[in-house]
């Protein structure tokens, strides 16, 4: 595993919480929220239990749907990674 592999994979969980939570207070289905972010259903359940990390234009993507600043999000789980 490369150098940082376990600190990349603890951001993309988070990451991937932040975006679940957002999701959750939407009221969006998982199929809405990939209509309108121009991805799958399938995929969309992936990133969001974090089972896939999405690309920057996927995750841009997805912020965009849920109303949210792709880079407040990844500064977000920083920061989470920072209390843990």
């Known amino acids: 595993m ?11 969980q988070l990451v991937a919480k932040i975006l679940d939570d957002a999701w959750l207070e939407s009221g969006l289905t998982q199929g809405q929220l990939g209509a309108a972010a121009g991805i799958s259903q399938s995929q969309v359940s992936k990133y969001l239990r974090g089972t896939r990390v999405p690309d920057i234009d996927k995750l841009d993507a997805l912020c965009d749907a849920l109303g949210l600043d792709v880079a407040a999000v990844v500064a977000g789980a920083q920061a989470r990674r920072g209390t843990r």
């Open 2 to 12: 490369p150098a940082g592999g376990s600190q990349t994979a603890e951001l993309s």
